[in-house]
């Protein structure tokens, strides 16, 4: 099956250590990838380019929970014996999301053409998981192929079940800043004017104080508006900053308190699991680390572990090249050590990761669970500010008139 070049975005660094990004063409990742490295550049980031959809065009890019569902119905199926080209099929007159079942579609004409279920996936221009397309390749040699899409879809559903963790622990603080924000919109547009009116009329001059809530008020007032609209373009500006300097935005990431070490502790669950899936299908050691590095989300670390590829390459232990490269916790490079000295690294993968996923956890609930009061703290801070401000030019101007 012939596919179609799509457009990728790329960071890479050359050999004198410059960065540089643009965009190329390419069939899938892997064909991308050669071509950077033929240009001398040693790939940091790579990642197709989405295409624009119009306003009112359905859309039809196939996203990670789709996958997931895709790829679980694909793994049951398997697994009861169904045929690969049958089981698609079915997924094809069974599914309601138009997404999944153009993929379907596509991987079904390719396998029914000959091709195999691997390859389809990979020159499929959705470019799903490299996980999936890996596992499933290891599943068709050894002959494992349900046992293989079932320990992907296991991969992708808890990946789904902790970003639907970070999303619930992101709600209340963000639904406690709209009340702040809510909150100084209503004293500076319904309660600060009436005692701006007051003063006026009685001719008295406020204290500093009072003058100075009463100055805020009047600027939230006049701009408020655009506050907004400021805030977005700033963050926005920031954004673009973070993706142009990826390994800096990753450092800064790191350093940040509670949060720093809670995202440490996701990027070796995600390469744990992987790697842990990838091992227990089958795939060979050094093509599972190539994909559970994709995996990491900070760029410098990613980069130290393609730098530990390398290494496993040259015949050295994976726990020697992780702890020169770093890129990874001591305690889980220990872990590893273990597993390749009673030849069950697979299964330790899998410990860790479920491990680093309960530490995440628990540390971004404590994140959240800190935050949540200082952010209390901060509206009633904000009204007890406005309140005494009020109270002090209510005073000075009883004793001005008595």
């Known amino acids: 099956m012939t596919t179609d070049p799509i457009s990728f975005r790329f960071l890479g660094e050359t050999a004198q250590g410059k960065m540089e990004s643009g965009e190329l063409r390419a069939t899938h990742v892997d064909h991308a990838r050669q071509k950077l490295e033929a240009r001398g550049l040693a790939v940091v980031e790579l990642k197709p380019v989405r295409q624009r959809q119009g306003l009112f065009s359905r859309r039809s ?66 470019q799903p998981d490299r996980l999936l397309v890996s596992a499933v390749a290891a599943g068709e040699r050894s002959g494992q192929l349900g046992v293989a899409l079932g320990y992907v879809a296991d991969r992708l559903e808890r990946a789904r079940e902790i970003r639907d963790m970070l999303v619930g622990q992101i709600v209340y603080p963000v639904i406690l800043m709209s009340v702040i924000f809510l909150t100084l919109l209503f004293l500076s547009f319904f309660i600060l004017p009436q005692f701006e009116a007051i003063f006026s009329a009685a001719g008295a001059n406020p204290p500093v104080e009072t003058r100075l809530v009463l100055s805020a008020g009047s600027f939230i007032r006049q701009f408020g508006i655009w506050l907004p609209a400021v805030a977005a373009g700033l963050a926005w500006g920031v954004l673009q900053i973070w993706r142009r300097n990826p390994l800096l935005a990753g450092r800064l990431q790191r350093s940040v308190p509670v949060l720093g070490p809670a995202l440490t502790a996701l990027d070796a669950a995600g390469y744990s699991r992987t790697m842990g899936v990838l091992l227990g299908t089958g795939v060979p050691l050094v093509r599972a680390a190539e994909v559970a590095a994709e995996s990491v989300t900070n760029v410098g670390s990613r980069t130290n572990l393609r730098a530990a590829i390398g290494a496993v390459r040259g015949g050295r232990p994976l726990s020697q090249a992780l702890t020169q490269a770093g890129g990874m916790p001591e305690a889980l490079i220990r872990q590893i050590r273990l597993g390749e000295a009673s030849g069950d690294l697979g299964r330790v993968f899998i410990r860790a990761a479920s491990r680093y996923e309960r530490e995440a956890e628990g540390r971004l609930k404590r994140l959240t669970d800190l935050l949540g009061p200082a952010l209390i703290l901060v509206l009633g801070g904000c009204v007890g500010i406005v309140i005494a401000a009020v109270l002090s030019g209510v005073l000075s101007l009883n004793d001005a008139i008595y």
């Open 61 to 126: 890019s196939l996203n990670q929970p789709m996958l997931t569902e895709f790829t679980r119905g694909l793994a049951d199926m398997v697994h009861s014996a169904v045929p690969v080209p049958d089981a698609l099929q079915f997924i094809i007159e069974a599914e309601p999301q138009r997404p999944i079942r153009l993929f379907a579609e596509r991987i079904e004409q390719a396998v029914r053409a000959g091709t195999s279920l691997s390859h389809a996936m990979e020159q499929d221009p959705a």
